[in-house]
Structures are given as structure tokens and as C-alpha cells.
């Protein structure tokens, strides 16, 4: 998420909501596209395998 983000602003994109923590998920990002469109970027943090 955080690479994302901050190749958003290199390609005309904006970061809508900085990279954030997600207890359990693991890291968010929501950029927006040059026309506006927003979505959301997740790098999952995956439970460790047993």
C-alpha cells in the first residue's frame, strides 16, 4: 500500500487516505485516479502457515 501510494502522485494520481494499519488485514491506502476514481490498494498480511 505504501508503494502505491506514493507512485500515485508520480502518475497524476492523489492519496485520498494515507497508508494506514489494519489490525488483522494488514496495510490500506485509498488513491484516486487523474479522473477521480477512487479505490483501495490492501497489502495482506497473511497468518504465518503452522
Not at 35 to 50: C, W
Request: negative net charge; glycine residues 8%.
Amino acid at each position: 500500500a505504501d508503494e502505491f501510494a506514493a507512485k500515485a502522485a508520480e502518475h497524476q494520481g492523489k492519496v485520498v487516505v494515507a497508508p494506514f494499519d489494519a489490525p488483522g488485514v494488514g496495510r490500506m491506502a485509498v488513491i484516486s485516479d487523474p479522473q477521480g476514481v477512487k479505490f483501495s490498494v490492501i497489502a495482506l498480511k497473511l497468518p504465518d502457515a503452522a
